[in-house]
């Protein structure tokens, strides 16, 4: 997270910290969501069915579950299946490039290919 980036309209520093973050079941730790609370970012990850269990088998010492936003959710399927296209080009997915500066170059590349192919 640390080399995001995003460009203001207008003036000012790019932001560097996104509103949220969306993630599948395997990122929700509890060191995962402290650093992103701590970064004031909402963290919308779903729990684990192993995770709900034991926390309600804690009782009330289990504490609050997590605040999950459903349908921000859903748009993490977007980005899933940008991710699916842009692998299906070899050097993206098995990144055999010797220097990142091409790996760099490739991915833009890739994207604006697949985004006027659709």
Known sequence: ???????RSGLGRPRTR??????????SSRAIRNHLRRRGIR???PQPSDQVGHRLRRGSGGG???????EA?????????????????????????????????????AA???WTAA
């Open 1 to 7: 997270m640390a080399g995001i980036r995003v460009p």
């Open 18 to 27: 996104p509103d949220a973050v969306l993630a599948d079941r395997a990122y």
């Open 43 to 45: 963290a919308v990850i």
């Open 64 to 70: 609050r579950p997590p605040a999950f936003d459903a």
């Open 73 to 109: 959710y859903k748009q993490r399927n977007a980005v899933e299946r940008c991710i699916n296209r842009l692998k299906q080009w070899r050097g993206l997915a098995m990144r055999t490039d010797k220097l990142a500066i091409v790996y760099q170059a490739a991915l833009p590349l």
């Open 112 to 114: 604006i290919l697949i």
